[in-house]
C-alpha cells in the first residue's frame, strides 16, 4: 500500500492505496529557488522583455502619479517582496512615496481588511504609500472605454486609468479560462467593471477545456486587449516552485514578456499525464478559499479522468460554496447551457457568479464527482448535482464501488497549479 497526501490547508489529508492501482501521480515539478530573490527581481526590473526600462518609461517622475496593481490574499504571489524591491526602485528614478497608489485586484471578491492590507504589502510598503481596494460596482469608480474587438465592455478602475504610469505585479500558473494566468489577467478581472467581468467570463464558460494551459486563445487575447486600452505599461510577473519561493521573474511588455514567463511555468507546471484513469483525486491546493476558487483544481481532473467516471474533489473550501456569490447555490444543478443561456437572456442579476456555475456544471457533466470539504456540506453539493463523502477513505471506496475494485486511479496533488497534458485519452 502507499499512502497518498493530498495538500490541505497548512497540512495535507492521506489515503491509502494499493500501487498497482496507481496509474499516475501528478505534482507539480520543484525547481531550486532563485538563490537571492530580490536580485532576482531587480534583475527582471532592470532587463525588461519587449519593453523600455523603467526609466524611460517615467521620464521626468515630478508630478507624475504611478498606479500598481497587485494580487489580493486569495492568490500566493509574492506581494510584499516584489512591491518592496519595486517601490525602492521607483524611489530611486526620483517617485516620491506620495505618487504611489497600490491598487488590490479583487476582482469581484470581498474588500480586503486594513489589517488583510497591510499583512499582504508588508509594514514598510504600508506606512509609505497608499494601499486601496478595487470598487468593481461603483460606476463613479470606473470609466468606460467602449468594446474590444470581441465586443467585450472596457469598463475599468478609474485611479488606475488616470494614473500617468500604470504597472501591476502577478504571478504564473494554469488557468481555465486565459490559458495562464499573470499578464493581463490582474486587469481583467482584477480592476474591471461587472459588465466587462460578466462578458468575458461567460465568453469562455461553456469552452474553457479548449484553453487551460494554452496561452494564445481567444479569452486571453480579448484579456489583452482590455489591459491595452486601460493602459497597463510594464508587468511584472512571478513563477513560483512548490515551495512558494521564487523561481524566476519577468517584467516588461504585457504580452512579450507574459509569454517568456509562461515559458518558465511550463517547466514546473505542465506535466504529461500517460492516459487518463478511471478514478482521479484532486486537491484544489492552493485555491483552498471557496468553491468559486477551487474550482480550478477540478478542472485539472476532469480532463485526466475517462469521460464519465469518478473524481474526488479535495477542496477545502473555507469560506463555503462563494460568499460573494451565491447564485452558485441558488442555481442548485441547473443544467450549464441552460444557466448560460438565463445569463443571455438577462435572467441573472449575477452574471459573474453564473459563469462559475456554468464552468462548474460542464465539469459535473464530464465526470462523476465526489466532493471532500470541510466548509460546503453535504446538502450544499447534492443541490448542485455534486456527492459528498468526508473524507478521502469514504471518498474511494464510495469510487470504487461505482467504479470497480480494480479501477485505475491518478493522483493530482495541486490540482489549481496544473496544466496536464494527456497522451492517451478517451473520447466521450
Same mark, same amino acid.
Given at each position: ?6 495538500? #490541505? ?24 529557488? /532563485? ?12 532587463? $525588461? ?35 518592496? +524591491? ?18 488590490? /485586484? ?8 486594513? %489589517? ?14 497608499? +494601499? ?47 490559458? #495562464? ?19 468575458? !467570463? ?5 469552452? #474553457? ?14 484579456? =489583452? ?18 515551495? =512558494? ?12 514578456? !507574459? ?13 504529461? &499525464?500517460?492516459?487518463?484513469?478511471? &478514478? ?11 468553491? #468559486? ?30 460568499? =460573494? !456569490? ?6 442548485? @444543478? ?9 445569463? %443571455? ?44 463523502? $468526508? @473524507? ?5 471506496? @464510495? ?14 496533488? !495541486? ?14
Amino acid at each position: 500500500m502507499k499512502t497518498v497526501s493530498i495538500p #490541505w490547508l497548512e497540512g495535507n489529508r492521506s489515503v491509502e492505496i494499493a500501487e498497482e492501482h496507481i496509474r499516475f501521480i501528478a505534482t507539480p515539478n520543484n525547481p531550486a529557488a /532563485a538563490p537571492d530573490p530580490d536580485a532576482e527581481i531587480l534583475y527582471a526590473l532592470t532587463n $525588461p522583455v519587449g519593453s523600455a526600462g523603467l526609466q524611460a518609461l517615467i521620464g521626468e517622475s515630478e508630478g507624475k502619479r504611478v498606479a500598481v496593481v497587485i494580487d489580493d490574499n486569495t492568490r500566493v504571489t509574492p506581494v510584499e517582496r516584489v512591491l518592496t +524591491v519595486l517601490i525602492r526602485k521607483l524611489k530611486e528614478l526620483g517617485v516620491g512615496y506620495d505618487q504611489v497608489v497600490v491598487i488590490l /485586484a479583487l476582482g469581484s471578491h470581498r474588500y480586503m481588511t486594513p %489589517e488583510e492590507i497591510r499583512r499582504r504589502v508588508g509594514d514598510w510598503c504600508y506606512e509609505r504609500v497608499s +494601499v486601496i481596494n478595487h470598487e468593481y460596482k461603483d460606476p463613479a469608480e470606473l470609466v468606460d472605454l467602449g468594446t474590444t474587438s470581441q465586443g467585450t465592455p472596457v469598463i475599468i478602475n478609474r485611479v488606475f486609468y488616470e494614473s500617468d504610469i500604470r504597472l501591476c505585479i502577478g504571478n504564473i500558473i494554469p488557468q481555465f479560462i486565459a490559458g #495562464w494566468s499573470g499578464g493581463a489577467k490582474i486587469i481583467q478581472p482584477g480592476i474591471s467593471g461587472a459588465d466587462t467581468t460578466a462578458r468575458v !467570463h461567460l465568453n469562455g464558460s461553456l469552452t #474553457w477545456p479548449e484553453r487551460l494551459g494554452n496561452p494564445e486563445n481567444d479569452i486571453r487575447h480579448d484579456m =489583452e486587449e482590455i489591459a491595452e486600452r486601460a493602459g497597463l505599461q510594464f508587468i511584472i510577473n512571478t513563477v513560483l516552485n512548490l515551495n =512558494e519561493q521564487i523561481y524566476k521573474v519577468v517584467a516588461g511588455d504585457i504580452i512579450a514578456a !507574459h509569454r517568456k514567463g509562461v515559458e518558465y511555468a511550463k517547466e514546473i507546471y505542465q506535466l504529461i &499525464i500517460p492516459e487518463q484513469a478511471d &478514478i482521479v483525486i484532486a486537491g484544489s491546493y492552493p485555491a483552498n478559499k471557496d468553491m #468559486w476558487q477551487a474550482d480550478k483544481g477540478l478542472a485539472a481532473a476532469v480532463l485526466t479522468v475517462k469521460p464519465g467516471r469518478t473524481v474526488i474533489w479535495a477542496a477545502p473550501c473555507i469560506e463555503g460554496v462563494s460568499p =460573494e !456569490h451565491p447564485i452558485l447555490l441558488r442555481l442548485k @444543478d441547473t443544467p450549464p447551457r441552460r444557466v448560460y443561456e438565463m445569463c %443571455e437572456n438577462g435572467e441573472i442579476d449575477d452574471v459573474v457568479g453564473a459563469t462559475a456555475h456554468i464552468m462548474i456544471g460542464v465539469m459535473r457533466e464530464m465526470a462523476n464527482v465526489i466532493l471532500v470539504s470541510d466548509g460546503v456540506s453535504r446538502e450544499e453539493s447534492e443541490s448542485m448535482g455534486i456527492a459528498w463523502a $468526508p @473524507d478521502l477513505k469514504t471518498a474511494l471506496s @464510495d469510487a470504487r464501488e461505482r467504479e470497480g475494485l480494480d479501477a485505475s486511479i491518478g493522483i493530482i496533488t !495541486h490540482g489549481a497549479d496544473l496544466a496536464p497534458l494527456v497522451e492517451k485519452s478517451t473520447v466521450s
